[in-house]
Nanobody, 114 residues
Framework: QVQLVESGGGLVQAGGSLRLSCAASGTIFSINFMGWYRQAPGKQRELVAAISGGRTNYAESVKGRFTISEDNAKITVYLQMNSLKPEDTAVYYC?????????WGKGTLVTVSS
């Protein structure tokens, strides 16, 4: 089993920054990738950023503003979010994929006020 615990969400004004963290524990080997998804009210969950073997991938809407990074020793992935916009408001979920299975955190709410 894999457990993912997110932290770092909150309320911020437009133009501000937040840093999300996701710590993984449990049976954590053969990880394919870790990433962040988000789901805004009334919308489908979407991939925000992912990292695998040092390579990163971002949604077009966050390129240049968000940065995903990892600490392999701590099995933790981070999402640095700068220049936040009201449209970034969503619940952000940490995702880990290993051996063909998805694992999800409970989510952390990010609210960006205009």
């Amino acid at each position: 089993q894999v457990q993912l615990v997110e932290s770092g969400g909150g309320l911020v004004q437009a133009g501000g920054s937040l840093r999300l963290s996701c710590a993984a524990s449990g049976t954590i080997f053969s990880i394919n990738f870790m990433g962040w998804y988000r789901q805004a009210p009334g919308k489908q969950r979407e991939l925000v950023a992912a990292i695998s073997g040092g390579r990163t991938n971002y949604a077009e809407s966050v390129k240049g503003r968000f940065t995903i990074s990892e600490d392999n020793a701590k099995i933790t992935v981070y999402l640095q979010m700068n220049s936040l916009k009201p449209e970034d408001t969503a619940v952000y979920y940490c995702n880990l994929q290993r051996m063909g299975k998805d694992y999800w955190g409970k989510g952390t709410l990010v609210t960006v006020s205009s």
